[in-house]
């Protein structure tokens, strides 16, 4: 597996595919976080904006491939094995991106509540960020690997569905992302730091059940 997580590391470097969705996430970050703003507003705000980064991450690494190599390489290790390792790399690269955003969003940052009246302690809250950061490039996860192959084939509908999801997944209540984003700015409003353990484990969960449809579909479906 690991041969495979280089393999696709690889191509996704090479392939350059990953400076969109980075300069996006760097222009979310420009526009909406300030130095000096609330902590845990910015930090809310840092997370929810990865998820769809994250999501058309997803769609980049499943389709880096031409087809003829990925066929080859679905012969030598198994359809399922080849695409699961493409949306680990890309549930890694979200990762990797959401916490350095994290760790200077919450250098940068005012340790203060939302009405600046209360202290906000700055290692409690970074570690609060990081968790939302990682419920949110989870349900990405998620979310690309159920609207881009083999569940859709036409970039048409592919695409469309993949944004629809996305914001759907940040705004509907009972989303896990929602709900971690949610407790940061409602933390903000009372200076407390809220720690979304329990949107981290059900977004875990639902990409855990995403991944596994997506592979075992990839398995049954030529591209």
Do not use: K
């Not at 979310?28 to 990865?50: E, K, N, R």
């Not at 960020?129 to 881009?148: E, F, I, P």
């Amino acid at each position: 597996m690991t041969a495979l997580l280089r393999y696709q590391a690889a191509l996704l470097v090479r392939s350059q595919r990953w400076l969109p969705p980075f300069l996006l996430y760097v222009v979310f970050l420009g526009i909406g976080v300030q130095g000096g703003q609330p902590i845990l507003d910015s930090l809310g705000y840092t997370a929810a904006a990865l998820l769809p980064v994250t999501a058309w991450l997803v769609r980049i690494c499943v389709t880096n491939e031409p087809p003829a190599a990925r066929s080859c390489v679905s012969a030598a290790v198994g359809p399922g094995r080849a695409h699961l390792a493409a949306l680990l790399v890309a549930l890694g690269t979200a990762v990797a991106l959401g916490v350095v955003a994290t760790v200077v969003v919450t250098l940068i940052s005012n340790p203060a509540s939302a009405d600046l009246q209360t202290r906000v302690p700055r290692l409690p809250a970074g570690a609060a960020g990081l968790l939302a950061v990682l419920a949110c490039a989870l349900l990405g996860t998620a979310v690309g690997a159920l609207t881009t192959w083999p569940l859709l084939r036409s970039t048409g509908r592919a695409i469309p569905a993949m944004l629809l999801a996305a914001l759907l997944s940040v705004v509907v209540t009972g989303s896990p992302a929602q709900a971690a984003v949610s407790g940061l700015v409602t933390g903000s409003n009372s200076g407390r730091v809220p720690m979304p353990v329990l949107p981290l484990a059900a977004a875990a969960l639902l990409t855990a059940a995403a991944i596994a449809v997506a592979c075992a579909l990839t398995s049954r479906r030529s591209p």
